[in-house]
């Protein structure tokens, strides 16, 4: 499948601002299933962008720094990927949970692709007794990797209320937990907690599910906006598996993948700091299109 994503942020600010220094992790990062084939970036009305390291997870990072008074800005991210990715089936030589739980402390493989950084809170995912108490009947040692995997996000799909007003973007797993309810980062946040307290390596996925849906198909939560998951590595041989708690679903075609972290800090796609006085106000537009077959 190929997808044409386009998505807009929009900073309407209180009073003049004079500097800006933003970072933005928009485009879709290369990562098995899907490719990246073209990709722009526009800033308006001003603003300066180099590329930079990404100082923690996997992401594409650019710097963009505003240095003269705007009371607009106006960011655009037109990407076009390549999409091939199947829905896993669970298969009786995958690991069991204890086994991956052994695997991921075993690995050195280097760098914020591997597993082992995975594996310990983070500092908007901590450890949480009530969360793990509550995941753990899912995540069984014993049980196949793959299988503990999706009945705990279809648990939380089952289980919680999507409520756009219920949460913040600071509202923590507890927070969200308490109440049963919450959006895609809230239950993302939820899972990972669940899976770390079993020994279990867990990133954040941030990214976007396309907004039409194949025919006769339901429209998936998430669509017209950022979407955020959770990725469950599954040993060497599975690697990193997609499971969606938000739908109840894993991680396929429908899903591109724009950056990967510990939590949602570490790949936000905006953040940085502004100098000026007054509130802003931000709004945000996705739109993720298949297109026909035969487009290349």
């Not at 597993?115 to 995540?139: H, N, Q, T, V």
């Not at 939820?190 to 954040?204: C, E, K, N, V």
């Amino acid at each position: 499948m190929i997808y044409d994503i386009r998505h807009v942020t929009r900073f309407d600010y209180g009073s003049t601002v004079k500097f800006a220094r933003c970072n933005l992790r928009l485009q879709p990062i290369d990562w098995p299933g899907q490719r990246l084939t073209d990709y722009r970036l526009t800033v308006e009305p001003v603003g300066r962008v180099t590329p930079a390291r990404a100082e923690a997870g996997l992401a594409n990072v650019t710097r963009l720094v505003v240095d003269q008074p705007v009371r607009t800005l106006t960011i655009e991210s037109v990407a076009r990927l390549t999409v091939d990715r199947l829905v896993p089936v669970p298969d009786a030589t995958d690991p069991t949970l204890a086994e991956v739980a052994q695997l991921a402390r075993d690995s050195r493989e280097p760098g914020a692709g591997g597993p082992a950084g995975y594996l310990y809170p983070s500092p908007l995912i901590p450890l949480d007794p009530a969360i793990a108490d509550w995941c753990a009947p899912d995540l069984a040692p014993e049980r196949n990797s793959l299988e503990g995997g999706i009945a705990l996000a279809r648990r939380i799909q089952r289980e919680f209320a999507f409520d756009a007003d219920a949460t913040l973007v600071d509202t923590t797993p507890a927070q969200a937990f308490a109440q049963k309810r919450g959006v895609c980062q809230d239950f993302a946040q939820i899972m990972i907690t669940g899976l770390r307290a079993a020994g279990l390596p867990a990133a954040y996925a941030s990214g976007y599910i396309r907004t039409i849906p194949p025919p006769g198909q339901a429209r998936l939560v998430g669509a017209d906006a950022t979407h955020a998951w959770v990725l469950l590595w599954c040993g060497p041989v599975r690697g990193w598996v997609g499971l969606d708690p938000t739908n109840g679903i894993w991680m396929a075609a429908d899903h591109i993948v724009v950056a990967v972290g510990r939590d949602y800090g570490e790949i936000a796609p905006v953040d940085g700091v502004v100098l000026g006085s007054g509130a802003q106000k931000m709004d945000v537009s996705v739109d993720v299109l298949p297109l026909p077959e035969g487009v290349a």
